[in-house]
């Protein structure tokens, strides 16, 4: 039998569970470590995922709830896509990484965590980055903590930041 202590999930596992939406609660946090906002615009935010599948795992998501895209207005997807290709763009950078892969759920059953307020997925890839943990030990490591990719990413998507969209 495998194990592996990971304590820092009990405060989830035993916590409250919030009856709101992360996606619609956060932007109002503003950007911080905390929220782990990274941007906020008119219309859309980019978010650090805090159960990441690799470094660098961002959401991008409309600040309105939604549960489909053809829910969005015109705007709306312009400002999404435009905050979407940035955000591709700098994780790129920042990480190096080899490859991307932007993806979203549609509904429960696709997958989707929170399927009435869509988002999308961005994860950085390198080559080799399957390693013998994920395959053979059926467990994912990541290398570095929140607030240090947070603290890499701040100031690489303070570009993409409309001010005065904080609220």
Same mark, same amino acid.
């Given at each position: =039998? ?17 009856? $709101?939406?992360?996606?619609? @609660? ?14 906020? $615009? ?5 978010? =650090?995922? !805090?159960?990441?599948?690799? /470094? ?32 591709? @763009? ?40 399957? /390693?013998? =943990? ?5 467990? !994912? ?24 969209? @904080?609220?």
């Amino acid at each position: =039998m495998k194990t592996l202590w990971a304590p820092w999930r009990i405060g989830f596992i035993l916590g409250e569970k919030p009856m $709101t939406c992360f996606l619609c @609660e956060e932007p109002g946090r503003g950007i911080s470590p905390e929220s782990l906002v990274l941007a906020l $615009t008119r219309h859309s935010f980019v978010i =650090m995922n !805090r159960y990441p599948y690799s /470094n660098g795992h961002l959401l991008v998501a409309p600040r309105r709830h939604v549960a489909r895209p053809s829910e969005l207005t015109r705007e709306e997807r312009v400002d999404l896509h435009e905050l979407l290709t940035g955000s591709v @763009e700098l994780l790129g950078e920042v990480f190096s990484a080899d490859g991307i892969n932007v993806g979203m759920n549609l509904g429960a059953a696709a997958g989707a965590g929170v399927a009435d307020h869509i988002h999308w997925h961005i994860v950085p890839r390198w080559i080799g980055d399957t /390693n013998a =943990m994920s395959v053979v030990g059926g467990t !994912r490591v990541i290398p570095e903590a929140l607030d240090a990719t947070f603290e890499k990413l701040r100031p690489r998507f303070a570009v993409l930041h409309t001010p005065g969209d @904080e609220q």
